[in-house]
């Protein structure tokens, strides 16, 4: 977590006095005083900074962060937002033998990342992405959508995290809701005309027509889809028609780091960038799911052709990958 911060400051130039917006997520682990608190202690950070500290909302919190983060930012003008996202799983292992809650034991890894984000004019120039959507799916109304991801004790009295059986369902239908706001904000219109033209032809004619599934890469040149498993990577790959260097990213981040929970879409973003596939004008889909239930999106425009950063998590390993994996 400091470490990424620490990184953060030197690679932007950027003094820690100069942020007046901090947002740090983390699920599981919330100690007192909280992980904001503990960086504006660190850093020195001013007093009349605006501090957010997101508690237990699961793998897409980063972009809830980022939301939050750019809400902030169009009544703050002129000043930094920093959002730190980041998971530690130490004081959550599951120490019992339930198979639903040995999983997480399994995925989950610690990691952490940090993003600096500005409304001031004149970083336009140095900035990497403009952040041009973000769209929020909560289907927490509906208890088994609630419950599928769920903190609980076993019968033995041992704290663990419980995935469903009915997991890849749930997260099939968040989807499936979050897209259908998501495309008409990216889609061309030829993809908008086709999906509807056949959601009519749908009602009409009942089930014997089945639904079209937008072509999501006429919309998008790199997807950041959430690590949390090879079968949400396998589903959404499937489901989306991508292609296997469409979620290589995801494949590989999910081989090199594990679930590392809301900061793996930076892990994978950071690869696309080591591998030198952003160009000017590029369009990057960050897709997430959590607890609660929860899709979240943010779709970001590549301003310049990036390069690799020096201090990236994959400089020391990115010619190895992508690696063969065995299905």
């Known amino acids: 977590m400091f470490g990424a911060l620490d990184t953060l400051f030197s690679t932007t130039g950027i003094k820690p006095k100069d942020i007046g917006i901090l947002v740090v997520n983390c699920s599981l682990f919330n100690p007192t005083p909280s992980l904001s608190s503990m960086m504006v202690n660190k850093y020195k950070l001013r007093g009349n900074i605006k501090s957010f500290n997101l508690g237990g909302m699961g793998c897409s919190a980063g972009v809830i962060a980022i939301d939050l983060a750019k809400d902030m930012l169009q009544v703050q003008r002129n000043t930094y937002a920093v959002v730190v996202s980041t998971e530690n799983i ?24 940090a993003v600096l984000l500005s409304n001031k004019s004149v970083d336009r120039s140095r900035a990497k992405y403009q952040l041009v959507h973000v769209v929020r799916t909560h289907r927490g109304s509906d208890d088994k959508a609630f419950r599928c991801v769920y903190q609980e004790q076993d019968d033995n009295g ?3 995290v419980s995935l469903s059986k009915d997991l890849m369902a749930i997260a099939g239908g968040a989807l499936k809701t979050n897209i259908t706001t998501l495309g008409p904000l990216v ?7 086709l999906f509807f033209c056949t959601l009519i032809a749908k009602k009409l004619f009942k089930k014997s027509i089945k639904p079209y599934i937008p072509d999501f890469k006429l919309a998008f040149d ?3 889809i959430h690590a949390g498993g090879r079968a949400v990577i396998d589903e959404l790959e ?3 028609q991508l292609s296997p260097t469409h979620v290589e990213a995801s494949r590989m981040t999910l081989h090199r780091f594990g679930n590392t929970s809301s900061s793996s879409i930076w892990y994978e973003l950071a690869y696309i960038e080591g591998k030198e596939r952003v160009r000017k004008g590029h369009r990057v889909w960050q897709i997430a799911f959590g607890s609660g239930f929860k899709c979240n999106s943010a779709v970001w425009k590549a301003l310049r052709t990036v390069k690799p950063a020096a201090h990236s998590p ?6 190895k990958y992508p690696v063969e994996l065995v299905m």
Not at 187 to 193: A, C, G, H, K, V
Not at 314 to 319: M, T
């Open 238 to 240: 499937k489901n989306l």
């Open 187 to 193: 889609l061309p219109i030829s993809e908008q005309l």
């Open 158 to 160: 041992k704290t663990g």
């Open 90 to 113: 130490t004081q959550n292992w599951y120490f019992g033998n339930k198979k639903s809650m040995l999983i997480p034991n399994c995925l989950f890894r610690v990691g952490g990342s």
């Open 314 to 319: 994959w400089s020391d390993c990115i010619d």
């Open 222 to 224: 790199h997807f950041c």
